[in-house]
């Protein structure tokens, strides 16, 4: 995977890279603004942007909605040190495929990327549950700028093992071989909200991936026989 880091601090910039180098992560190229983020992102095209939140010039929730409208197939993961709700959900209205805390350890962060890799969005925990309740009730509202960001998810109803009605909806199908572009035609969801509630279930059910939630489902009979 190639990574374009963006942080204005040399310091973390500097970790970052040894961290991700130790595990095979390919650093194409640091920024420390957002016009420089802009430029690189142009120039480099790389797999994944991580992008810092507070800095200089032009910060990473402006320089991500920049990047998007020019090449909307870019994917951008904030990391940063805020957990402020306007910052979480200003952040995937820009467009950022993920949200990372940089108080995170290290052996979390890589897992985080491992992720990226299979199609799960990275959140911190807890991350993804509030970006949903919020939207669900903006959407409920009748803010469409925010319903064409990430269209509501049905959250009704909660089963004994802690998932959402439609979690568990979203959970059955994608044991049953649905890509997410499937689960989210199926439910009338988009694919990111799709994501959403599996980074969400990944959460609440306190597993590492997709393959432990696969495995959980078949032992929960919400998988059915080969």
Same mark, same amino acid.
């Given at each position: 995977?190639?990574?374009?880091?963006?942080?204005?601090?040399?310091?973390?910039?500097?970790?970052?890279?040894?961290?991700?180098?130790?595990?095979?992560?390919?650093?194409?190229?640091?920024?420390?603004?957002?016009?420089?983020?802009?430029?690189?992102?142009?120039?480099?095209?790389?797999?994944?942007?991580?992008?810092?939140?507070?800095?200089?010039?032009?910060?990473?929730?402006?320089?991500?909605?920049?990047?998007?409208?020019?090449?909307?197939?870019?994917?951008?993961?904030?990391?940063?040190?805020?957990?402020?709700?306007?910052?979480?959900?200003?952040?995937?209205? =820009?467009?950022?495929?993920?949200?990372?805390?940089?108080?995170?350890?290290?052996?979390?962060?890589?897992?985080?990327?491992?992720? +990226?890799?299979?199609?799960?969005?990275? +959140?911190?925990?807890?991350?993804?549950?509030?970006?949903?309740?919020? +939207? =669900?009730?903006?959407?409920?509202?009748?803010?469409?700028?925010?319903?064409?960001?990430?269209?509501?998810?049905?959250?009704?109803?909660?089963?004994?093992?802690?998932?959402?009605?439609?979690?568990?909806?979203?959970?059955?199908?994608?044991?049953?071989?649905?890509?997410?572009?499937?689960?989210?035609?199926?439910?009338?969801?988009?694919?990111?909200?799709?994501?959403?509630?599996?980074?969400?279930?990944?959460?609440?059910?306190?597993?590492?991936?997709?393959?432990?939630?696969?495995?959980?489902?078949?032992?929960?009979?919400?998988?059915?026989?080969?």
């Amino acid at each position: 995977m190639r990574v374009l880091l963006v942080d204005d601090h040399r310091l973390v910039i500097e970790g970052l890279s040894n961290l991700l180098a130790a595990h095979d992560i390919n650093v194409v190229g640091t920024a420390s603004d957002g016009l420089e983020a802009v430029a690189m992102a142009k120039n480099l095209h790389p797999d994944l942007i991580l992008m810092d939140i507070r800095m200089p010039r032009c910060d990473g929730l402006s320089a991500t909605r920049r990047i998007k409208a020019m090449q909307p197939e870019m994917k951008i993961v904030m990391l940063t040190t805020s957990a402020e709700d306007q910052d979480l959900f200003e952040a995937v209205k =820009s467009g950022a495929g993920g949200y990372l805390l940089k108080s995170m350890s290290g052996d979390a962060f890589i897992e985080a990327l491992r992720e +990226f890799e299979q199609g799960i969005p990275p +959140f911190s925990t807890g991350l993804a549950a509030r970006l949903l309740t919020e +939207f =669900s009730r903006l959407s409920h509202a009748g803010n469409e700028p925010v319903q064409h960001a990430i269209p509501a998810a049905k959250e009704a109803g909660t089963e004994p093992n802690g998932l959402t009605n439609r979690q568990t909806e979203v959970l059955r199908l994608v044991a049953d071989g649905l890509t997410y572009q499937e689960v989210g035609k199926r439910l009338s969801l988009s694919e990111r909200t799709v994501r959403f509630h599996m980074a969400e279930i990944i959460n609440r059910l306190h597993l590492q991936n997709r393959s432990q939630v696969l495995a959980y489902a078949g032992e929960h009979g919400l998988k059915p026989p080969d």
